[in-house]
């Protein structure tokens, strides 16, 4: 049987990917790349176009949206929360809400502190986004503020996986103190799990 290919860089949108293999006891190829991959792995534009990490490739096709990816990974496990339990579309709503709402300020905020060349980098730009980061991050510590342990169906699923890796990336990024109260807490408690340090020990050239 042929494993899924993972094509991956250190604490990049793939980490969600690592992370939900290993939450989901999933085996798969593992290949690590050098970040960011359009300026150091050219080779990698024959698997991927876009030259984007993550970059699934399973029975021949190719996957390279993060959280649609968990998802896959999710399937037939307790990461996802099937169509019969009463918080399958908040589930579905949070896996969406990962990369448009939240992901998407913190890479421009990464893109104008570690990749463009420091006469290009723009301290205001990432000031901006770090607002807007927090802005949204509010839903994470809505969600959390009855005391709930996990985001939805009381567990740990896919969803906290992907709004996991979000508010990490934030720590990271130097934003972490725009994160609640609540929201810290929860965080702490899904990056202690085994499955979040095997996926950052596994990914170590």
Known sequence: ?????????????SLRCLWAVEEAGI?????????????????YRA??????????IEDGRLMTESAAICERIAEGTELAV??????????????????????????????????EPEERRLAQA???????????????EAALGDGREWLVAGRFTAAD???GYAAFLATTLDA????????????DRCTAREGFQRARERQKP
């Open 47 to 56: 698997v991927n176009p876009l030259m984007t990490v993550p970059g699934w």
């Open 1 to 13: 049987m042929t494993l899924p290919i993972l094509y991956h860089c250190a604490d990049a949108r």
């Open 126 to 140: 990432v000031a901006d986004y770090k607002a807007f980061f927090g802005g949204r991050a509010r839903s994470i």
């Open 82 to 115: 099937r169509r019969d339990e009463p918080d399958h579309w908040e589930w579905r709503n949070w896996l969406h809400r990962s990369d448009a709402t939240l992901t998407f300020p913190l890479a421009i905020m990464l893109r104008y502190t570690r990749v």
């Open 27 to 43: 085996d798969v190829d593992l290949r690590l790349l050098r970040f960011p991959p359009r300026a150091f792995e050219p080779g």
């Open 176 to 187: 972490g103190d725009v994160l609640g109260d609540a929201t810290k807490v929860w965080l």
């Open 161 to 163: 996986i992907v709004i």
